[in-house]
């Protein structure tokens, strides 16, 4: 499988060429012969079978590019999400003694270093790395291949996903919302957009996954469209034998 999808143009140039060849030993066949006839019936059928696997391979292609364009809004949510929490930090953490101010930023700390590290996984492994240009374009899909998938599954170990307000920092926060209630805001609003970005990876992650297991759809598209590319010669060929 992997085979396949790394050697698209190959594959596809080989299976025309060899067309070509059988079309050049059938060529002195007279046009209305058996053989033209079953070179016009090859051409049907291979070309109904590569348009299915056309069509169906444009419905992963339509899943994969809107997977795509969450996957970078959930990066640029993780962005704006680090920047905040840095900022809280700078503000707030820096020269602060309170106790439950201390419990406020520690919390951050944490929620901060849990978006840090799911920054580098395999969900935005194309947004945080740069490849080859054409090793990075494959011929029919904007998704990696099977084989990068399946070495980039995600691993829940590597995941990090923490509570942003739990037994510890509800009482803090509920301490500082009268004395200190811009911290108490601008802490909600973190455990909040911090919430909604996790479930977000979670759904990413889902639709990765299943995408993942049927990215075997881009290998049959190849393998359809080298049996089309085998036939057409033979439809040209025919075309050709009738001018004669």
């Given at each position: 499988m992997n085979f396949v999808l790394d050697h698209q143009l190959a594959l596809l140039f080989a299976s025309f060429a060899?067309?070509?060849i059988g079309v050049a030993?059938?060529?002195g066949k007279p046009a209305g012969s058996k053989a033209w006839k079953l070179a016009d019936l090859l051409?049907?059928?291979l070309g109904g079978l590569g348009a299915v696997t056309a069509g169906l391979a444009g419905v992963y292609k339509s899943d994969s590019s809107l997977l795509d364009r969450q996957i970078d809004i959930a990066y640029a949510l993780t962005d704006a999400f680090d920047r905040d929490a840095a900022r809280f930090r700078l503000r707030y953490c820096e020269n602060g003694s309170d106790a439950d101010?201390?419990?406020l930023c520690d919390k951050v700390e944490?929620?901060?270093?849990?978006t840090a590290g799911n920054a580098a996984l395999p969900l935005f492994l194309a947004i945080t790395e740069s490849t080859g240009t054409l090793r990075a374009l494959p011929l029919f899909s904007s998704q990696p291949a099977p084989d990068q998938m399946d070495a980039d599954a995600f691993d829940e170990a590597a995941f990090l996903a923490f509570v942003a307000l739990d037994d510890t920092t509800r009482p803090a926060?509920?301490?500082l919302r009268a004395?200190?209630?811009?911290i108490a805001a601008d802490f909600q609003i973190l455990a909040s957009t911090y919430d909604e970005l996790i479930a977000q990876i979670r759904r990413l992650m889902a639709e990765w996954e299943f995408l993942r297991a049927s990215a075997a759809i881009l290998v049959l598209q190849t393998l359809a469209l080298c049996l089309v590319s085998f036939a057409a010669p033979f439809r040209l060929g025919k075309s050709l034998a009738e001018l004669r």
């Amino acid at each position: 499988m992997n085979f396949v999808l790394d050697h698209q143009l190959a594959l596809l140039f080989a299976s025309f060429a060899a067309g070509c060849i059988g079309v050049a030993v059938i060529f002195g066949k007279p046009a209305g012969s058996k053989a033209w006839k079953l070179a016009d019936l090859l051409w049907v059928v291979l070309g109904g079978l590569g348009a299915v696997t056309a069509g169906l391979a444009g419905v992963y292609k339509s899943d994969s590019s809107l997977l795509d364009r969450q996957i970078d809004i959930a990066y640029a949510l993780t962005d704006a999400f680090d920047r905040d929490a840095a900022r809280f930090r700078l503000r707030y953490c820096e020269n602060g003694s309170d106790a439950d101010l201390r419990t406020l930023c520690d919390k951050v700390e944490f929620l901060s270093a849990s978006t840090a590290g799911n920054a580098a996984l395999p969900l935005f492994l194309a947004i945080t790395e740069s490849t080859g240009t054409l090793r990075a374009l494959p011929l029919f899909s904007s998704q990696p291949a099977p084989d990068q998938m399946d070495a980039d599954a995600f691993d829940e170990a590597a995941f990090l996903a923490f509570v942003a307000l739990d037994d510890t920092t509800r009482p803090a926060l509920a301490s500082l919302r009268a004395p200190q209630p811009e911290i108490a805001a601008d802490f909600q609003i973190l455990a909040s957009t911090y919430d909604e970005l996790i479930a977000q990876i979670r759904r990413l992650m889902a639709e990765w996954e299943f995408l993942r297991a049927s990215a075997a759809i881009l290998v049959l598209q190849t393998l359809a469209l080298c049996l089309v590319s085998f036939a057409a010669p033979f439809r040209l060929g025919k075309s050709l034998a009738e001018l004669r």
